[in-house]
């Protein structure tokens, strides 16, 4: 998916990536991170705690944003959102699926925990609204029954199913889901991850309706039939599920 996007922005003369760690985004002009990275030693980066400061540039400076596996590790991501909308004018944003975040043994090297342990939110798009879901510590504990071997069944096809993908342009729309008021953690947490699942798997489809099969880094040739059966048997009711 990152070709894909660098061909995007193959005539931008601006692109600001925000946390690029140690893999910068090769079309990015600028940088927003908390440090200066040995990688970037020389490039135009801003150092702040994009967490609770505003990015330090005017309205739709840059032509486009990138943003690749940050959100799901931050505490308040929509703030970020909220700034990315307002410095540029279109983007992508990538995080873990949360196919990914549901399964264990995901995160290498790690205990047999569900997901990635230090991140903080399930992240899905979810008819065109980037939505997050607090990874509270019930997760561990659900039970998803017989949709649990065709999650990791998705993930084993290869790349494509492990992340969530969202392309935004002129306006980033995003929620997040709070306890209390949209679900209660101790009732229907379950019935809101399977929801989380099903919305992912439903914005797979447009994304490849949108770049076709190039966008997966696997031989989706072979995988096709098997992608289907997969997910359908993912597909439930979300009123089925409880906590």
């Not at 410095?87 to 569900?114: F, H, L, M, N």
């Not at 008819?127 to 997760?139: E, H, Q, R, S």
């Amino acid at each position: 998916m990152v070709q894909e996007v660098v061909r995007i922005v193959e005539s931008a003369s601006r692109v600001l990536e925000i946390g690029p760690g140690l893999t910068p985004f090769p079309k990015a002009t600028e940088f927003v991170d908390w440090s200066i990275s040995p990688v970037l030693q020389g490039r135009k980066v801003h150092v702040l705690d994009i967490n609770m400061d505003r990015l330090p540039f005017a309205d739709h400076e840059f032509d486009f944003i990138y943003c690749r596996h940050t959100l799901e590790d931050i505490y308040n991501p929509l703030l970020v959102c909220q700034e990315m909308q307002r410095v540029a004018k279109a983007g992508y944003i990538e995080t873990p699926s949360p196919i990914a975040e549901c399964c264990r043994g995901t995160d290498a090297g790690a205990p047999q925990w569900r997901g990635y342990h230090h991140h903080r939110y399930l992240v899905y798009d979810h008819d065109g609204v980037l939505t997050f879901i607090p990874k509270f510590p019930l997760l561990e504990f659900l039970q998803f029954g017989q949709y649990e071997q065709s999650m990791y069944d998705l993930l084993n096809m290869g790349p494509f199913h492990w992340n969530t993908y969202c392309f935004w342009t002129d306006r980033l729309l995003t929620k997040m889901l709070h306890h209390g008021r949209d679900f209660q953690v101790q009732m229907n947490y379950l019935a809101v991850c399977m929801d989380a699942l099903n919305q992912t798997l439903a914005s797979h489809h447009r994304l490849l309706e949108r770049f076709g099969w190039r966008a997966s880094a696997t031989d989706t040739t072979n995988s096709t039939k098997s992608a289907s059966r997969s997910e359908s048997a993912v597909t439930i009711a979300t009123s089925q599920g409880s906590a």
